[in-house]
């Protein structure tokens, strides 16, 4: 039981890792001691995506599942829980790691028009938006 409970403990901090936090004011220590640009424009229009995982998810859950199913029976029952916990596991990773997006339809100030990918910003048409940028790559989209 108290190797159920620690394994339960170790996933949990695995995947409370995994967690990102959008609309926050954190930033990526990448992001730090470096010169950003941005560009303001408005929103035109927005359609909902939902973006893929990248195989974290799956990687981790089979893991995991791995991990509680080999905990269950005894011989044959033991392999079969394990492959059904590792099967399980990476189906529930690759739900979980999904994430809801937004493509934003967007015409800067300069008249340019550009399509960004963003997580969880719940922005709309019409909104005035900031792009934080490192060159060419999009940092933050934030309103304004």
Do not use: P, W
């Not at 394994?7 to 990526?28: D, R, W």
């Not at 392999?79 to 937004?102: H, M």
């Not at 550009?114 to 719940?122: A, E, Q, Y």
């Amino acid at each position: 039981m108290k190797k159920f409970i620690f394994s339960l403990g170790v996933i949990a901090l695995i995947f409370s890792g995994c967690t990102q936090m959008y609309n926050s004011n954190e930033v990526s220590l990448a992001n730090t001691n470096e010169v950003l640009t941005y560009q303001t424009g408005t929103v035109e229009d927005v359609k909902k995506v939902i973006i893929k995982d990248n195989g974290t998810g799956v990687m981790i859950g089979a893991m995991s599942g791995t991990v509680l199913g080999s905990m269950i029976g005894k011989g044959k029952g033991n392999v079969l829980s394990t492959l059904i916990g590792g099967l399980t596991g990476a189906l529930a990773g690759y739900e979980l790691d999904k994430a809801n997006g937004e493509e934003l339809f967007i015409k800067l100030d300069n008249g340019k028009h550009i399509v960004v990918v963003v997580k969880g910003v719940n922005i709309q048409r019409g909104d005035r938006v900031r792009l934080i940028m490192n060159g060419s790559q999009i940092v933050r989209v934030e309103k304004i």
